[in-house]
């Protein structure tokens, strides 16, 4: 039996490991990963681990996402991939598990807000970098972008987009002057490095997405009409003074032409075959897929066999269809849905920082396997862990519903 102050030692460490976690994920995926396993750790050598496992049971969002996790554990049972390859794909959504563990820590407001500025301070320095990186022609990173650092130009444009967000709620929340200023001044350096800097082009529309949520959260649906008028503002200044968002946008339209004239070779034509081909081997096995880890042998089984052969389909439905049928995408959209829900239980702020999250990461899994993407999945897991501990049911929850989900 360990004595009191040695649990309660246990516990601050799993706390300064939780906001190491958050720190980490825009700079060393190994890190994040690392002190994500550390903080669960800490936590529940500290004892009473009981009475956190309670918590997690009786937090309905946490067991969504335990439900998820086991329906890997469940494709273990029948997979047609090597046994290795399939517990290296468990090892990958094992965050699920280490999130809904972690709903008892974030129970205490203090950790939730220095999770959140202690990611917001994460972006602020590598923001400061990635300015240093595009305007003094910094050698940094070069095959990632001119403005991205640490991660590639998807995941940079993402974090950049959540953050803005965050900032945003921060600013209407705040009463103090200075630091709105300072919010307003940090959203502008922010929004120039995604649109005119960076070269994500998921990252675009996250971004637009997010404002469009942000603005409907707080007006309803003259909110819409207000992101309807700036965003075209906005993405037509890009467009014109921005030599970088110019050419990745044409360089959609191209891809979209290249496709329309059957060159297959070019960016929407492969993402086209990878969710063709993966509908065709869903249909194949439509109940409970090939298993846990079997994408790319069952990509592979294919005839004739498609080129390029690929282990990601570069969306979050069909790759888990491929791997466990309708029941896979009913359980991923159910959950999506189910935590939307639930969202209505939370306080303001933490509703409508759910709310964002969820819908972010849902629209940006229709061109990219977030769940399994390092950075993605991880901030998702995250920060619905942070959002949903909390959770207040029936008549402590509020009534100012800006999303009517």
């Excluded at 946490?62 to 794909?89: D, E, H, K, N, R």
């Amino acid at each position: 039996m360990l004595n009191s102050v040695v649990c309660k030692k246990l516990e601050l460490l799993a706390g300064f490991a939780l906001l190491a976690t958050i720190f980490f994920l825009p700079i060393a995926t190994s890190l994040t990963g690392i002190f994500f396993i550390l903080s669960v750790f800490f936590y529940y050598a500290a004892g009473s681990w009981r009475t956190k496992l309670n918590v997690v049971k009786h937090n309905p969002v946490a067991l969504s996402l335990l439900v998820f996790f086991a329906l890997f554990i469940f494709g273990l049972c029948y997979t047609i991939a090597p046994f290795s390859a399939a517990l290296q794909m468990l090892g990958k959504y094992d965050r699920f598990l280490l999130a809904a563990l972690l709903v008892p820590l974030f129970a205490q407001d203090k950790w939730r807000q220095y999770a959140i500025n202690t990611f917001l301070c994460s972006i602020s320095l590598v923001l400061v970098l990635s300015y240093i990186k595009y305007f003094a022609h910094m050698p940094w990173d070069v095959m990632r972008g001119p403005a991205e650092l640490f991660k590639n130009h998807i995941d940079f444009n993402f974090l950049l987009g959540v953050a803005t967000y965050l900032l945003l709620l921060k600013v209407v929340a705040t009463k103090n002057r200075y630091l709105k200023i300072a919010y307003i001044l940090l959203i502008l350096l922010l929004v120039y490095d995604i649109l005119f800097m960076s070269i994500g082009r998921t990252g675009y529309v996250i971004f637009a997405a997010l404002v469009v949520i942000f603005f409907m959260q707080m007006f309803r649906w003259k909110g819409v009409i207000i992101a309807m008028i700036l965003l075209p503002l906005l993405f037509l200044s890009a467009y014109y003074s921005s030599i970088t968002f110019k050419i990745y946008v044409s360089a959609i339209v191209s891809d979209v032409q290249a496709y329309r004239q059957h060159n297959e070779n070019s960016s929407v034509g492969e993402r086209y075959n990878f969710n063709k081909n993966s509908l065709e081997l869903i249909a194949k096995r439509p109940l409970l897929g090939y298993g846990t880890g079997s994408f790319k042998c069952a990509y592979a089984t294919l005839k004739p066999t498609p080129v390029p052969l690929t282990n990601n389909p570069h969306n979050e439905y069909m790759h888990i269809g491929v791997q466990f049928g309708l029941l896979g995408i009913l359980l991923l959209c159910s959950m999506f849905g189910f935590q939307l829900w639930q969202s209505r239980y939370l306080p303001r702020e933490m509703r409508f920082l759910a709310q964002a999250i969820i819908l972010a990461i849902a629209i940006g899994s229709l061109a990219n396997s977030w769940l399994l993407d390092s950075v993605e999945g991880n901030l998702y897991v995250y920060f619905i862990a942070l959002c949903f501990a909390a959770m207040k049911r029936g008549h402590e929850a509020g009534s100012d519903l800006a999303l009517n989900i």
